[in-house]
């Protein structure tokens, strides 16, 4: 009687790519042949390489970071940890025997460690599915590793191409319910944790226990910049009191400080992008601009999501995060690397002022968050088209391929705004500038989403150049224009 052993070994080969890599780890216990096949010393990264390529996910060898830097660069940044080395790296499972190997095969298959990554990525699609077996300590990993999925991705030429990133869909299909989103949450409504029983198959106390897991705080700036990064999801749009939460955080004025330049910054002085306060931005945005979109869509609760969507919701989504790099261009020599030269369209929300204040100054902390409840609160969204030109660069050292850049903007034909772009500590792409009539009134910092030059835009807050006590403050948002329009 024929066994699968019998079979060609390129045809088990090819069965196995077909298959789960959970169901391939399953196969490589069952016999010696198939652990040599699968783990063995000369043919593991060559098997891991092509059953990763067999997975529905990007060719990482066509990735690039969220700063435009090939993936498999040496030189980009630490932050990005799917950045690897040209050395490569072995697994235990790999011993460094290459006496017989083609040295051209050997620089391709170690430039990338297929075996590690792509164990690290169903690790994280795992416990995704079920928090129960993350053990301790391990969602920082997690959470990197999704990150790494989310922000190092296939550019794309133009700003009117459309998504073809693999990664996105397989991120969107994981994360877009939200379920993850509140792992760091204390309190739930029966809502919630009925979602959860439904979800997880599991009884409700053992539902409530997962849902108490607490993440260090490196740990929920990571979920926070995840979140961001994916967009809205069904959670934060049926979820009131999550909006709420958000508004709470975007208006209160002692999150505005010297020390965070007045923007999404820790308030520490580091000048570091804080993803929670960027996910608050976010969620308040994207929700008065899907208000904007669907005011015909009648009640929330009937609102069907497709997880399967490439775009869902409001512009705040994976789907246009692709870094957008024209053929031919190398963004090391690129003078606007940014992409900042071009027609933008800018807008900004604000709080009804006599709401604002009382809000502010009109109850001691914790503040009251009451005046967000409902859907009468006096919030208002206004918008210009601005024409942004390149004045000149300045070298940025610890960045050289990176530089500053300073433009100007031009709205109604006079030139009334001026900013630079630049790279923060943590290596985000930071957007400042200022605007007024005679004289600067007007304020913006601002964080890129995705990756350089993508459409989802600038996000960040405006306020006033005097911050003064009573002076207003706001999500604001930046999208390049695809078209010139008179």
Not at 46 to 55: C, G, K, N, P
Not at 70 to 78: A, C, M
Not at 152 to 172: A, G, H, K, R, Y
């Amino acid at each position: 009687m024929a066994h699968i052993t019998d079979f060609p070994l390129e045809l088990i080969e090819h069965i196995l790519y077909t298959l789960d890599p959970l169901d391939v780890s399953r196969i490589a216990q069952s016999s010696r042949l198939f652990r040599e096949l699968i783990y063995g010393t000369r043919s593991c990264q060559r098997f891991w390489r092509d059953l990763y390529l067999a997975q529905p996910l990007d060719d990482p060898r066509k990735t690039v970071t969220y700063l435009g830097y090939p993936r498999s660069r040496t030189e980009t940044s630490s932050n990005n940890r799917m950045t690897t080395t040209t050395a490569g790296i072995l697994t235990a499972d790999c011993p460094a025997d290459t006496s017989d190997v083609n040295l051209h095969s050997m620089v391709e298959t170690s430039d990338i460690d297929w075996q590690g990554e792509l164990q690290r990525i169903i690790r994280a699609r795992t416990v995704v599915r079920n928090p129960r077996i993350c053990r301790e300590g391990e969602w920082g990993e997690v959470l990197r590793t999704l990150l790494d999925v989310t922000t190092t991705l296939p550019p794309v030429p133009f700003q009117e191409s459309d998504c073809t990133s693999m990664n996105v869909v397989w991120i969107l299909r994981l994360l877009r319910d939200g379920a993850l989103f509140d792992i760091d949450e204390e309190v739930h409504g029966k809502d919630s944790q009925d979602e959860d029983e439904g979800r997880y198959g599991v009884e409700r106390d053992t539902a409530s226990h997962l849902r108490l897991t607490r993440l260090t705080p490196e740990e929920a700036q990571l979920l926070a910049r995840l979140h961001t990064w994916v967009g809205l999801t069904r959670r934060d749009v049926t979820h009131p009191q999550k909006r709420i939460t958000s508004r709470a955080f975007v208006y209160d004025l002692r999150n505005y400080r010297d020390t965070n330049s007045f923007g999404p910054f820790m308030l520490d002085g580091s000048m570091r992008v804080d993803w929670r306060h960027m996910q608050a931005l976010a969620h308040v945005y994207g929700m008065i601009w899907m208000e904007m979109e669907r005011e015909d869509m009648g009640d929330y609760d009937d609102f069907e999501v497709d997880r399967g969507a490439q775009q869902w919701g409001s512009t705040f989504t994976l789907s246009f995060c692709q870094s957008v790099i024209p053929p031919g261009m190398n963004l090391d020599r690129e003078r606007d690397w940014a992409g900042v030269e071009g027609l933008w369209y800018l807008g900004y929300c604000f709080l009804d002022h006599r709401e604002f204040l009382i809000y502010n100054y009109s109850s001691p902390p914790p503040l009251d968050t009451s005046i967000f409840e409902g859907d009468d609160v006096p919030e208002t969204h206004s918008s210009v088209i601005v024409y942004f030109r390149v004045i000149d660069v300045e070298p940025d050292p610890i960045h050289p391929t990176r530089p500053k850049i300073n433009f100007a903007g031009e709205l109604d034909g006079n030139f009334s705004l001026v900013g630079s772009v630049q790279l923060t500590p943590d290596e985000q792409v930071w957007w400042h500038f200022k605007s007024g009539n005679d004289q600067p009134v007007w304020s913006c910092e601002g964080i890129s989403l995705g990756g350089v030059g993508s459409q989802a835009g600038i996000l960040g807050v405006w306020s006033t150049v005097f911050h003064d006590i009573e002076d207003p403050v706001g999500p604001m948002w930046l999208r390049r224009q695809k078209f010139i329009v008179d």
